[in-house]
């Protein structure tokens, strides 16, 4: 698994997500995502969250040992800068 | 299943704050279940861990309650409040203490 697999795969299941995806051990198993994205908002911290877990699927049970997340609507995102 | 869930309910229900973890408050076995205990150390606040390295079934069994797929998991007051990430950040916005001394404050249940 590494980075860019994880990217596709969120951005593949919530359309129009800016994704970003970083391996903090190099070991293909630890990941940190932020993720932003319009149908974030107006969500709480958990639906958005499950979200992004839900378009991992599978790969999130399986082979991703640790993801740390940060979920932004494109406002929070920009407040962030 | 059935069982499981009545378990985890009930463990839910009995206990203001529930952190179910790899490990228990003084050896977590994994850094992000530590990092959720400290928090709630941080806060003062009682409470109640699940090893879920103990228990298989509790194991599998929290990740299909909370349709979540990773454990630490917290709970206030029944209610799932979120992993690791979501706990750090309602502690650092400040969000988390409110939420937990409200839940400390109401009923007089454990």
């Known amino acids: 698994m590494d980075a860019s697999e994880i990217e596709h795969m969120i951005a593949n299941g919530i359309p129009g997500a800016r994704v970003e995806v970083r391996d903090y051990t190099g070991g293909g198993d630890h990941f940190e995502a932020v993720v932003v994205s319009e149908s974030f908002e107006g969500k709480t911290l958990v639906e958005r969250h499950q979200a992004v877990y839900n378009a991992l699927g599978d790969a999130m049970r399986a082979r991703v040992h640790a993801l740390t997340l940060k979920t932004l609507t494109p406002a929070q995102h920009a407040n962030r800068r | ?110």
């Open chain 2, 1 to 110: 299943m059935a069982d499981v869930a009545e378990k985890i309910q009930s463990t839910i229900n009995n206990n203001k704050i529930v952190l179910f973890m790899k490990g228990n408050r003084s050896f977590p076995q994994c850094g992000f279940s530590a990092a959720t205990v400290e928090i709630f150390e941080q806060l003062g606040a009682p409470f109640e861990t699940v090893d879920v390295l103990q228990d298989m079934e509790i194991r599998e069994g929290i990740k299909r309650f909370s349709n979540w797929p990773t454990i630490p998991q917290v709970y206030i007051n029944g209610k799932f409040v979120g992993g690791c990430d979501i706990v750090r950040e309602l502690y650092e916005s400040g969000e988390l203490e409110p939420m937990v001394k409200q839940a400390l404050a109401a009923g007089a249940g454990k």
